[in-house]
């Protein structure tokens, strides 16, 4: 792994890792639920317009795939990460519209070294996501496996 | 609405709909994590085999997103669908690898009118995807808001 991997020791309860923002466009939108979430307020601007939300907004599936990059450029990318076992919540609180910008941020709310691996542990987190507004536009509870640092890699 | 649209009152506890089944190609699969998920373990076959997966897996949140194009397709698409507030549980419980087909179902688990709002219920449902082995792959715990059945449509 190289320099600046983030390994299960790096993670702490009340940890808050800043992962940046990201504007979506209706062109990503669109994109993205006429492959997987077709309803009519995510691919169609005239039926969006006639709906609850008054114009297309983005798949729920797409918030969280756009916040996972963003958990991916910034911690995974460069980490030991053995995927994960899944999710305990995802909560779309607020709608995300073409345009809008969303601030994401990484907080570490427990860690366990596994008991029957020894080289791994999992690290459960929260990743939220704010609009230019301030709103919660969405909450993601979730899991990750983390490979343990190496003894020889500077383990203080 | 067209003939044949889901409303909240078409919902009902233990009801299984199958939505058929699905294969996956190692090109989806990379070309989803390459935008979402550029884990190396999704994006790099040389990387995928040196890891505990052997060979390239697809991200969890496209075993999620293919499910859910699967649940527009049967339900959804043609549905009083008012969108999500959100999932309560998500297990990846089998790696998803190109040529993989995974077979999925919607089972509904409860239903509930809205008491503050009668044009509307919402339904919790799990969406079970069994991979070709007849492995639970993934399972995801969700909520659905419906409109209901206007009375000119025919509600007996």
Redesign the interface.
């Known amino acids: 792994m190289k320099k600046g991997t983030w390994y299960f020791e790096d993670f702490y309860v009340g940890q808050e890792i800043p992962l940046g923002c990201r504007s979506v466009t209706e062109e990503e939108i669109v994109a993205f639920a006429t492959?997987?979430?077709?309803?009519p307020?995510h691919v169609d601007r005239d039926a969006a317009s006639a709906?609850?939300?008054g114009e297309v907004?983005a798949?729920?599936?797409h918030t969280?795939?756009?916040m996972?990059?963003m958990v991916?450029d910034s911690v995974?990318?460069a980490s030991s990460?053995?995927?994960?076992?899944?999710?305990?919540?995802?909560?779309?609180?607020q709608?995300v519209r073409a345009g809008d910008t969303l601030t994401v941020s990484y907080i570490t709310t427990a860690v366990k070294a596994s008991s029957s691996r020894p080289d791994r542990g999992v690290v459960w987190s929260t990743w939220q996501a704010l609009n230019q507004r301030g709103e919660v536009a969405c909450i993601i509870e979730?899991m990750g496996m983390f490979g343990r640092r190496p003894k020889e890699d500077g383990d203080a």
């Open positions: 492959q997987f979430d077709p309803q307020f709906s609850i939300f907004i798949s729920g599936w969280c795939s756009m996972m990059r991916v995974l990318g990460s053995m995927g994960s076992p899944g999710l305990d919540k995802v909560r779309w609180q709608p979730g």
